[in-house]
């Protein structure tokens, strides 16, 4: 698998909303997007907030531009995190790619085979502080269903 198709991501659109709603029981927004961070497809469930669509997006578009998952951005971002030395960090990244960073927890890279990166997967609109249910865990459902 070289690249992403409709088909996969509407699959994996499926089975992250199915668990969004069986699971989380929450409405929230996903989109997937390809290895140059175009949207091939996204999906608000019914209920969604309004902005939920939009960091979905930049959620995806952030863990292709980083081949990263956002989870790890925003621990980068931490400011507990910052080193001995001015730098040492990431808060500089907040407000940059012409703001469409989003180093909130909920995005996935996707690699194929040979772990060469094809897209991206993105959700928002889980609450956090729920323990396992979480933006990330509703992506997660959905790269789940592509290897199926």
């Known amino acids: 698998m070289n690249q992403l198709t409709l088909e996969q991501a509407l699959k994996m659109l499926e089975a992250a909303e199915r668990w969004a709603r069986d699971i989380a029981e ?6 997937v997007v390809d290895k140059a961070g175009a949207i091939i497809a996204v999906h608000r469930m019914d209920g969604a ?3 939920t669509t939009d960091i979905a997006i930049e959620k995806a578009w952030t863990a292709v531009a980083f081949k990263m998952p956002t989870l790890m951005g925003s621990r980068w971002l931490d400011p507990r995190n910052i080193g001995k030395l001015l730098g040492d960090h990431a808060m500089g990244m907040i407000g940059r790619g012409k703001g469409r960073l989003c180093f909130i927890p909920g995005g996935i890279p996707i690699t194929n085979e040979d772990n060469e990166l094809i ?3 993105g959700c928002s609109g889980v609450p956090s502080g729920v323990g396992d249910i979480s933006d990330t865990s509703v992506s997660q459902a959905g790269v789940t269903a592509l290897y199926e």
């Open 26 to 31: 929450v409405p929230c927004s996903i989109a």
């Open 49 to 51: 907030a309004m902005a």
């Open 119 to 121: 897209g991206a997967i």
